[in-house]
């Protein structure tokens, strides 16, 4: 993951709409909200942030579900699998689902939040866990250490 051209492609889970990223992730993420367990079906939702200039839509049209509000949830019209986030108020960036990528893999989560909801027996590998959100000084030590880790 530590190339900065490097291409990572990925699909929903019908194939009707493929997209890639291009590059480093900002910082890989898993979040335990109840509202990420009930829009996955899962413990949890795993994501990769990037800039929004990073993600190409290769094939098909992504429509907002989910929540219908300032965050913007995209998915496929066909078989409804989640893509993409982009996060209110920060049109910068784009959350990524990370198991949405043909690597999946290799996004292992470097910070967890929301464990404050957490299933009791949910776990994960992340470096850095919080109850809820990191503050946004946290959160911009994170992307730094995230980084330095990453190089």
Known sequence: MGNPDQVHKGECRCGQVRFQVRGKPIVTMACHCTGCQRMTASAFSLSALYPSSSLEIMQGEPVIGGLHGATRHFFCPHCMSWLF???EGLDEFVN??????DNAEDFI???EFYTSEALPWARTPA???FETDPSDEQFAELVEEFARRSS
Do not use: E, G, K, N
């Open 85 to 87: 986030t982009r996060p």
């Open 96 to 101: 990524v689902r990370a198991t949405m990528l």
């Open 109 to 111: 989560p470097f910070i």
């Open 127 to 129: 470096a850095h866990s």
